[in-house]
């Protein structure tokens, strides 16, 4: 064998080992990982201990499991109040915090995310490319498809008034939004997530414009937070072929929620 054959050669084994080694890790499983309702407090001075014990040194303990278990091509979603801040360089500053943990951060707005005004400004301001902020439309990372909005309180919640019922319908228009960007992007395989702050039912699991519209198109898995404290929710649950996690810190006991 010439010296130009024997590199030739090569050549032609490290393309095949280049082809195997790429097919190894795009079949490698992505796994997908949930928490909610951070309500970090880095330049607000709100500590959340004043709820309870448990909540000393709270973000810590997310932190710790965080690392323990999310590798840099995982995506974690957050499903909204992740900052008490009412600007938006105080909500900056706590998103700063997650910064550098492991994972593609995918991002909805919750009822106490003041900060959060204009998505625009809000995704000009993310602290690097690992952040996604969602409002009414849908992102897309490798075979997973997460749509997410706000919503709001469903009828049949103990909290829900008439006043209630307008803003409920303007978010069920804001998730056609949503599915009609997800339309755009879906392809045959991609497994179709909803990301959505307020719980999507009551406590007894009834029909929603929003689990409608989840099961007009298709949704595999929805994820929510919003609810906190002892009050009974099931942290998981089935409801037409399609699974519901409640993803609130303080219910989870601190750590994520392997949706994935």
Same mark, same amino acid.
């Given at each position: 064998?010439?010296?130009?054959s024997?590199?030739a050669?090569?050549?032609?084994?490290?393309?095949h080992?280049?082809?195997?080694?790429?097919?190894?890790?795009?079949?490698?499983?992505? @796994?997908? #990982?949930?928490?909610?309702?951070?309500?970090?407090?880095?330049?607000?001075?709100?500590?959340?201990?004043?709820?309870? $014990?448990?909540?000393?040194?709270?973000? &810590?303990?997310?932190?710790?499991?965080w690392?323990? @278990?999310?590798?840099?091509?995982? /995506? =974690?979603?957050l499903?909204?109040?992740?900052?008490?801040?009412?600007?938006?360089?105080?909500?900056v500053?706590?998103?700063?915090?997650?910064?550098?943990?492991?994972?593609?951060?995918?991002?909805?707005?919750g009822?106490?995310? !003041?900060?959060?005004?204009?998505?625009?400004?809000?995704?000009?301001?993310?602290?690097? +490319?690992?952040? %996604?902020?969602?409002?009414?439309?849908?992102?897309?990372?490798?075979?997973?498809?997460?749509?997410?909005?706000?919503g709001?309180?469903?009828?049949?919640?103990?909290?829900?008034?008439?006043?209630?019922?307008?803003? #409920?319908?303007?978010?069920?228009?804001?998730?056609?939004?949503? !599915?009609?960007?997800?339309? *755009?992007?879906?392809? +045959?395989?991609?497994?179709? /997530?909803?990301?959505?702050? #307020? $719980?999507?039912?009551? =406590?007894?699991?009834?029909?929603?414009? !929003?689990?409608?519209?989840?099961? &007009?198109?298709?949704? +595999?898995?929805? =994820?929510f937070?919003?609810?906190?404290?002892?009050?009974?929710?099931?942290?998981? %649950?089935? *409801?037409?072929?399609?699974?519901?996690?409640l993803?609130?810190?303080?219910? %989870?006991?601190?750590?994520?929620?392997?949706?994935y």
């Amino acid at each position: 064998m010439t010296l130009c054959s024997f590199f030739a050669q090569a050549g032609v084994w490290s393309i095949h080992l280049f082809a195997f080694f790429r097919k190894l890790c795009y079949n490698f499983p992505m @796994n997908v #990982y949930a928490v909610s309702d951070l309500h970090l407090s880095g330049m607000a001075d709100k500590p959340m201990n004043v709820f309870g $014990p448990e909540w000393e040194g709270h973000f &810590e303990k997310i932190k710790s499991d965080w690392l323990g @278990n999310v590798k840099e091509d995982d /995506i =974690v979603l957050l499903g909204g109040d992740t900052s008490w801040g009412m600007y938006l360089e105080e909500g900056v500053f706590d998103l700063n915090s997650l910064k550098g943990l492991p994972g593609r951060k995918v991002l909805i707005r919750g009822n106490h995310d !003041f900060w959060w005004n204009g998505i625009s400004r809000v995704r000009a301001s993310a602290p690097d +490319e690992t952040f %996604t902020f969602l409002q009414n439309d849908c992102v897309k990372i490798g075979n997973f498809i997460v749509a997410g909005s706000r919503g709001w309180t469903c009828p049949g919640s103990a909290d829900f008034t008439e006043h209630d019922r307008a803003l #409920y319908l303007r978010e069920g228009e804001r998730f056609k939004l949503c !599915f009609a960007e997800v339309k *755009k992007v879906r392809e +045959e395989g991609d497994k179709l /997530i909803a990301l959505i702050h #307020y $719980p999507p039912f009551s =406590v007894k699991l009834e029909d929603t414009v !929003f689990t409608q519209l989840f099961e &007009e198109n298709g949704v +595999e898995k929805v =994820v929510f937070g919003h609810l906190h404290g002892a009050a009974y929710f099931p942290l998981k %649950t089935e *409801k037409n072929g399609i699974e519901y996690h409640l993803t609130s810190c303080d219910k %989870t006991h601190f750590k994520l929620v392997k949706i994935y």
